[in-house]
């Protein structure tokens, strides 16, 4: 069985902080690894994806993979009260059909 | 440019009715995907089609059926609604691009 696990939080962080998402996963073959940010009734919207070991940088988010560990994680520097939402971390499987076994979601919470 | 279009926003199906959820995409994208998301749940893969003509089943096909004729179209069919798919059902396409959702209530 397949899991993709987060903690449910919520997070909470002051205005201007780092925000720490973190995300565990079980299949080892995994190639692919993804995060999306969920608003409150509204549908999941990618923001980083993560392939090779290591950091990645896109703005105001950094993901970091570790395969060995079996890790992802997904950090927000200066957190803005926009930031706040739920950060889904999905895992691919199945090879080229690219089909993503999410986990439950981390609640950030952002405050002014 | 629309992306991935979803319709019916919301839908109240008394149990034992059918409807299809309609997604349809601009994109080109040969890969598309049904998603489930229960409340305070991830989503769970329903069914998938990696182009015209081709599709199979997900992680939790039971109660739905899905066709894809056309490249933009991947319509999903639940024949006998039960309270158990009370949920908000997404289409994305490759690219993870996801549509607005659909909320489905079954009363």
């Known amino acids: 069985q397949k899991e993709v696990e987060q903690n449910s939080g919520p997070l909470s962080v002051p205005e201007g902080a780092i925000a720490s998402l973190n995300c565990t996963y079980s299949d080892r073959v995994s190639q692919s690894f993804f995060w999306y940010r969920q608003y409150s009734g509204k549908s999941p919207e990618l923001i980083m994806s993560?392939?090779?070991?290591g950091d990645k940088e896109d703005g105001r988010f950094t993901a970091q993979l570790n395969k060995a560990s079996q890790y992802v994680s997904l950090l927000i520097r200066d957190s803005q009260p926009s930031d706040s939402a739920t950060y889904l971390c999905?895992?691919?499987?199945?090879?080229?059909?690219?089909?993503?076994?999410f986990g439950t979601g981390t609640l950030l919470a952002v405050q002014p | 440019n629309a992306g991935v279009t979803q319709t019916p926003k919301f839908r109240i199906l008394k149990i034992g009715q059918s409807m299809t959820l309609q997604c349809t995409q601009d994109?080109?994208?040969?890969?598309m995907y049904w998603y489930r998301q229960d409340p305070g749940m991830g989503l769970k893969l329903i069914y998938y089609?990696?182009?015209?003509?081709?599709?199979d089943k997900g992680e939790v096909p039971n109660g739905y059926n899905v066709s894809r004729s056309t490249t933009e179209d991947f319509p999903l069919r639940l024949e006998l609604a039960a309270p158990s798919q009370t949920s908000v059902y997404f289409c994305?396409?490759?690219?993870?691009?996801f549509g607005s959702g659909t909320r489905l209530t079954v009363v």
């Open positions: 993560i392939y090779s070991n």
């Open positions: 994305a396409s490759y690219g993870y691009t």
């Open positions: 994109m080109n994208h040969n890969y």
């Open positions: 089609s990696v182009g015209a003509g081709i599709t």
């Open positions: 999905a895992v691919s499987y199945g090879g080229a059909t690219n089909k993503l076994i």
